[in-house]
């Protein structure tokens, strides 16, 4: 059916947003599958663990190696049979977040991994963009921060600066303004769906009011 990446920095509202799309498409009659990287498989969701505990230290090519590892499992057990269902799937960060946080471990070498691993690419990707202390303001107050949170605002520049620039070789993506009230940023998500994959969400389904 059809597959949607969530992407974007720490405190995005990337989840919020998820749920808002789910209940429309649920509405619209389809059956949503919604899931996350890491994670969304039972061995994936252990390596998950392993990535985001703040007491490990993994270079940016372990970090590489062990999403993609979590991300076959997730293809193979979550994605792939659920759209061969007929599902929507929506999930929760994809290969543009490894492509993002893990690119000093270079295009080549990602590019070779991602090769491997993804068999079938999202049909559309929504990038959610805002400025990394506003997003990381957002982050610390959800508790106490994972390994990916507590790097540092430099580390995170670095993470949006290629987020928008991977977004801007990939006709798939289009690029939502996270830092817009809740709203507003909702219906920028309704609008790229409809624009992008029309009729999915149905007629009166899924529309941002008109300004």
């Given at each position: 059916m059809t597959f949607i990446t969530f992407e974007g920095p720490e405190g995005a509202g990337k989840s919020t947003q998820i749920k808002r799309l789910a209940d429309a498409f649920e509405k619209a009659g389809h059956t949503v599958v919604l899931t996350r990287e890491?994670?969304?498989?039972?061995?994936?969701?252990?390596?998950?663990a392993l990535l985001l505990d703040p007491a490990r230290e993994w270079s940016p090519l372990a970090e590489a190696l062990l999403m993609n590892a979590a991300r076959d499992a997730h293809m193979r057990q979550t994605i792939l049979p659920a759209l061969e269902a007929g599902h929507v799937v929506l999930c929760d960060r994809f290969f543009d977040s490894t492509r993002a946080y893990q690119a000093s471990v270079g295009e080549e070498t990602l590019d070779a991994?991602?090769?491997a691993v993804v068999t079938r690419l999202p049909d559309l990707t929504l990038l959610f963009d805002l400025p990394v202390e506003e997003g990381l303001a957002r982050a610390s107050k959800r508790g106490a921060a994972d390994r990916f949170e507590g790097k540092g605002r430099a580390y995170h520049e670095g993470v949006r600066k290629a987020f928008l620039a991977n977004a801007g070789k990939d006709a798939r993506t289009v690029i939502i303004d996270a830092s817009r009230p809740i709203d507003e940023v909702s219906a920028q998500v309704l609008k790229a769906v409809n624009d992008r994959l029309p009729g999915l969400l149905g007629q009166g389904h899924g529309h941002p009011p008109a300004s």
């Open positions: 890491p994670g969304g498989a039972p061995e994936a969701e252990a390596l998950r991994i991602h090769c």
